[in-house]
């Protein structure tokens, strides 16, 4: 659990994810002009950053901002590789960790200790330290601090409604600021097809202006994928893509219509029912466009990982979907990825239903022989996903069997339950956004929660950890997006970093009004939810 005195009770009131350790010490220090010291010019320039965005300048000979290598930092005895410790005294601030992510991550704690000095309780700026050049005044402190798991991050729908390069920029920073280190871009589904793919041009040339009820599209070239990459690699976040197959395909199969087997484009579509479009695994054309898209995906892509959806195919024999896993984990591993997919990749049929061996039985020797030999076999039934393998964990509501064969065969799962982390769902039967489907998804629904309690005998070592989902069905700008990520977002990137002991509801929700006085400064939008004390 996390330790803290309690002199250290303003300080562990501003930490947003809760962390491992609070020290406080004597002294108060005023950043309002600091010098940034860091390995390296990049990260001496973010570090300045995220500090001058919370009201510091930086200058030659001001109070020292150290960052530093320490093997040593962190928690004791601590080998987590984004561990970190920050030390604030009279005299300056040290981060210290092994890695650069663990320096980032202090200062990002530092950040909102800043933040802290500037809001009261309630968010509202202290008088006299909401103006330019007013004290920054930071009580001295030593955090020390880990995350829980590896996986924290955010599944963004970009096809529903289209959010441009820049829209995704200020998302990286918004991931960041809470310490999160993944974001899963969801890039083609039924309404538009939103990344440039070289071998495949017909894709965007085709289908990327679609978007549900006829809203503008739009899509990522190629290089502003890679800009976008990088953009987020200095931060210490991954971006992973998601081309979803073999269901929520109408895209692609208006783009190339012999992709059906009437050999005809299929209409573009602007609504929001799913299910209903599928490829066909005998078909000559298809493999081939597997290999060109996941391929070309996988060369463009900077991180490990390429998602291959596997969700809600609700028009397809469990046979059939069984040998687009393997082949798509087949296609993926070879170009030198690991493979991520829905948890329908586990053998899970959609829903409520039990779960299905997809390659046993009579019918699983036709189609691709690379397929049929594909499926790793563990138990009564093959377990369709190889070692390695990421499954993406949303509908709590399928037999567990499945998924603890998948993680006996050597899968690892992150956990995005739909009924608390999916932040698209309303917050209340009022809201006049988002969808309901799921659930009615509070603040208090999206932080009381124990990510290796979801499915009943799986081990938390077959976790990689947690991530929040938002689909764009009814969001149609930042404004939109961020009223609904905001405050929830904060409370899922507690539950992937934080210890269960350390989480407790009453301090998180003063720590989210003092937070909430940031993103007033910041021009955010966020829901003012009941269950705070704004």
């Known amino acids: 659990m996390t330790t803290v005195s309690s002199g250290a009770a303003v300080v562990a009131d501003a930490i947003i994810p809760v962390p491992v350790q609070v020290q406080p010490g004597e002294g108060v220090l005023d950043l309002r002009t600091v010098t940034v010291d860091a390995p390296d010019?990049?990260?001496?320039?973010?570090?300045?950053?995220?500090?001058?965005?919370?009201?510091?300048?930086?200058?030659?000979?001001?109070?020292?901002?150290?960052?530093?290598?320490?093997?040593?930092?962190?928690?004791?005895?601590?080998?987590?590789?984004?561990?970190?410790?920050?030390?604030?005294?009279?005299?300056?601030?040290?981060?210290?960790?092994?890695?650069?992510?663990?320096?980032?991550?202090?200062?990002?704690?530092?950040?909102?200790?800043?933040?802290a000095g500037r809001f009261g309780a309630d968010g509202d700026a202290v008088e006299g330290r909401g103006e330019p050049g007013a004290p920054l005044e930071v009580r001295a402190v030593v955090v020390r601090d880990e995350p829980r798991f590896g996986w924290r991050g955010l599944s963004f729908d970009i096809v529903r409604h289209w959010f441009g390069p820049a829209d995704l920029r200020a998302v990286v920073d918004l991931v960041g600021s809470y310490k999160m280190n993944r974001l899963h871009l969801h890039l083609s589904d039924d309404?538009?097809?939103?990344?440039?793919?070289?071998?495949?041009?017909?894709?965007?040339?085709?289908?990327?202006?679609?978007?549900?009820?006829?809203?503008?599209?739009?899509?990522?070239?190629?290089?502003?994928?890679?800009?976008?990459?990088?953009?987020?690699?200095?931060?210490?976040?991954?971006?992973?893509?998601?081309?979803?197959?073999?269901?929520?395909?109408?895209?692609?199969?208006?783009?190339y219509g012999e992709l059906m087997p009437s050999g005809e484009p299929t209409d573009s579509y602007d609504g929001i029912e799913v299910g209903f479009s599928k490829l066909h695994f005998d078909l000559p054309t298809t493999e081939p466009f597997l290999r060109d898209v996941f391929t070309d995906v996988a060369r463009m892509t900077l991180g490990p990982w390429v998602h291959f959806g596997g969700d809600e195919v609700l028009v397809m024999q469990p046979e059939e979907f069984g040998r687009f896993v393997v082949l798509c984990q087949q296609i993926i591993t070879g170009a030198g990825k690991t493979p991520v997919a829905?948890?329908?990749?586990?053998?899970?049929?959609?829903?409520?239903?039990?779960?299905?061996?997809?390659?046993?039985?009579?019918?699983?020797?036709?189609?691709?022989?690379?397929?049929?030999?594909?499926?790793?076999?563990?138990?009564?039934?093959?377990?369709?996903?190889?070692?390695?393998?990421?499954?993406?964990?949303?509908?709590?509501?399928?037999?567990?069997?499945p998924f603890l064969r998948a993680a006996q065969a050597g899968a690892k799962f992150v956990m995005s339950p739909a009924d608390k982390a999916y932040l698209d769902m309303k917050y209340t039967p009022e809201h006049p956004l988002g969808q309901q489907w799921a659930?009615?998804?509070?603040?208090?629904?999206?932080?009381?929660?124990?990510?290796?309690?979801?499915?009943?005998?799986?081990?938390?070592?077959?976790?990689?950890?947690?991530?929040?989902?938002?689909?764009?069905?009814?969001?149609?700008?930042?404004?939109?997006?961020?009223?609904?990520?905001?405050?929830?977002?904060?409370?899922?990137?507690?539950?992937?970093?934080?210890?269960?002991?350390?989480?407790?509801?009453?301090?998180?929700?003063?720590?989210?009004?003092?937070?909430?006085?940031?993103?007033?400064?910041?021009?955010?939008?966020?829901?003012?939810?009941?269950?705070?004390?704004?």
């Open 191 to 255: 309404q538009g097809w939103r990344l440039e793919i070289p071998s495949r041009p017909a894709l965007t040339e085709k289908s990327s202006q679609g978007a549900v009820s006829g809203a503008t599209g739009g899509f990522l070239t190629a290089d502003e994928y890679r800009e976008l990459q990088e953009y987020a690699a200095e931060r210490e976040i991954v971006i992973v893509p998601e081309i979803d197959v073999p269901g929520h395909v109408n895209a692609a199969t208006h783009a």
């Open 342 to 401: 829905w948890q329908e990749a586990a053998g899970s049929a959609h829903g409520d239903q039990a779960a299905v061996a997809a390659l046993a039985g009579s019918e699983a020797g036709s189609g691709s022989e690379a397929a049929d030999d594909g499926a790793v076999a563990h138990g009564e039934a093959p377990a369709l996903v190889e070692p390695g393998t990421v499954l993406q964990y949303w509908d709590t509501r399928p037999d567990p069997a």
């Open 41 to 115: 010019a990049v990260t001496a320039r973010l570090a300045a950053e995220l500090l001058t965005s919370a009201g510091a300048s930086v200058a030659d000979g001001a109070v020292p901002v150290t960052l530093t290598s320490d093997a040593a930092a962190g928690p004791e005895g601590s080998q987590n590789p984004e561990r970190y410790t920050l030390t604030v005294t009279a005299d300056g601030v040290t981060v210290a960790a092994p890695e650069r992510s663990g320096l980032l991550h202090g200062v990002r704690t530092l950040r909102q200790l800043v933040n």
């Open 439 to 534: 659930a009615f998804v509070e603040l208090h629904d999206s932080y009381d929660w124990d990510p290796a309690t979801l499915i009943e005998g799986l081990p938390e070592s077959a976790i990689e950890g947690v991530s929040a989902a938002v689909w764009t069905e009814t969001l149609l700008n930042r404004d939109d997006l961020f009223s609904m990520l905001l405050p929830r977002l904060a409370a899922v990137a507690e539950a992937a970093w934080s210890q269960p002991g350390a989480k407790d509801w009453e301090s998180f929700r003063g720590r989210i009004a003092v937070e909430a006085g940031a993103w007033r400064r910041d021009g955010a939008s966020y829901h003012p939810t009941p269950q705070i004390d704004w």
